[in-house]
T-cell receptor
Framework: DGGITQSPKYLFRKEGQNVTLSCEQN?????MYWYRQDPGQGLRLIYY???????QKGDIAEGYSVSREKKESFPLTVTSAQKNPTAFYLC??????????FGPGTRLTVL | QQQVKQSPQSLIVQKGGISIINCAYE??????FPWYQQFPGKGPALLIA?????SEKKEGRFTISFNKSAKQFSLHIMDSQPGDSATYFC????????????FGTGTQLKVEL
């Protein structure tokens, strides 16, 4: 069953902690993306990767970091430098064409 | 700088009616315009997309109308059903640059019986 999985579905973080969100895809897609969704603001691009071992900053990369060591995995770390991390985080992938397919999301809440 | 403006923010339509959501863009380099549908707590799903070389694209009850000169595009949902109640996002991307999508702010659609 092909698709994109994100884990965990819900994540709670204390202030000052780093947390890592998982994104895995078995679609054999080269490109992967991380978006942040806040109420009334649509989706904003955090980081993207077009190929293994390479990634670029999106519009709101400050306070976040990523890695792309494997084609199927693109984890996102929310660092303590991110001042307002509470949001819904969405991972997407693409085969290099224009269509992006999204995972089910992770809702991060800072306590 | 918001490059894709979406309206209305929310919309209520009677069952069987037509839902219309509008988007306007600024960057003339955009050459791909998808619409996504999102249900609460779920990831967005690609609904329909258009390129600027055509003025209209229809898939079932969903139609995109595109006006290149006005830099506007819209989603029409014919015979709207309660199951269509969701948030709809327009987006745009341009060739190269990682095919990054720029999203509108979303429209919450509610279809009433």
């Amino acid at each position: 069953d092909g698709g994109i999985t994100q884990s965990p579905k819900y994540l709670f973080r204390k202030e000052g902690q780093n947390v890592t969100l998982s994104c895995e895809q078995n679609l054999n897609h080269d490109a992967m993306y991380w978006y942040r969704q806040d109420p009334g603001q649509g989706l904003r691009l955090i980081y993207y990767s077009q190929i293994v071992n390479d990634f670029q900053k999106g519009d709101i990369a400050e306070g976040y970091s990523v890695s792309r060591e494997k084609k199927e995995s693109f984890p996102l770390t929310v660092t303590s430098a991110q001042k307002n991390p509470t949001a819904f985080y969405l991972c997407a992938s693409s085969d290099g064409g224009r269509k992006q397919f999204f995972g089910p999301g992770t809702r991060l809440t800072v306590l | 700088q918001q490059q894709v403006k979406q309206s209305p923010q929310s919309l209520i339509v009677q069952k069987g009616g037509i839902s219309i959501i509008n988007c306007a863009y600024e960057n003339t380099a955009f050459d791909y315009f998808p619409w996504y549908q999102q249900f609460p707590g779920k990831g967005p799903a690609l609904l329909i997309a258009i390129r600027p070389d055509v003025s209209e694209k229809k898939e079932g009850r969903f139609t995109i109308s595109f006006n290149k000169s006005a830099k506007q595009f819209s989603l029409h949902i014919m015979d709207s059903q309660p199951g269509d109640s969701a948030t709809y996002f327009c987006a745009a991307s341009f060739t190269g640059g990682g095919n990054k999508l720029t999203f509108g702010t979303g429209t919450q659609l509610k279809v009433e019986l």
